[in-house]
Nanobody
Framework: QVQLVESGGGLVQAGDSMRLSCAASERTFGRYSVAWFRQAPGEERDFVAAIRRDGGSPFYADSVKGRFTISRDNAKNTVYLAMNSLKPEDTAIYYC??????????????WGQGTQVTVSS
């Protein structure tokens, strides 16, 4: 069972940039599709971005398209989420999730504990 650990969260101002990391416990992390989700206080958890096993065909929620970039380094067993032009509405707990299935399901099998991102106006 793969374990995921997110890092890189914190407090920034609107317009700033931040990069989140998701480190996996398995050297076979390259066999997993990976996604980022986020959950704001009082809100449901929302999809943010996802990337396939080989790093191809990343896709994004409309709310972050053009500002966020998901990438992966399978040699380091890590997936990244680079976030630019951050807005207060990006404030949330960000979760990394992974699944070994070819098509990433809506609810992936494995989840990290989350990292808090707070964007002040």
């Amino acid at each position: 069972q793969v374990q995921l650990v997110e890092s890189g969260g914190g407090l920034v101002q609107a317009g700033d940039s931040m990069r989140l990391s998701c480190a996996a416990s398995e050297r076979t992390f390259g066999r997993y599709s990976v996604a980022w989700f986020r959950q704001a206080p009082g809100e449901e958890r929302d999809f943010v971005a996802a990337i396939r096993r080989d790093g191809g065909s990343p896709f994004y929620a409309d709310s972050v398209k053009g500002r966020f970039t998901i990438s992966r380094d399978n040699a380091k067993n890590t997936v990244y989420l680079a976030m630019n032009s951050l807005k207060p509405e990006d404030t949330a707990i960000y979760y990394c999730a992974a699944d070994p299935r070819t098509d990433l399901p809506k609810v992936p099998s494995y989840w990290g504990q989350g990292t808090q991102v707070t964007v002040s106006s």
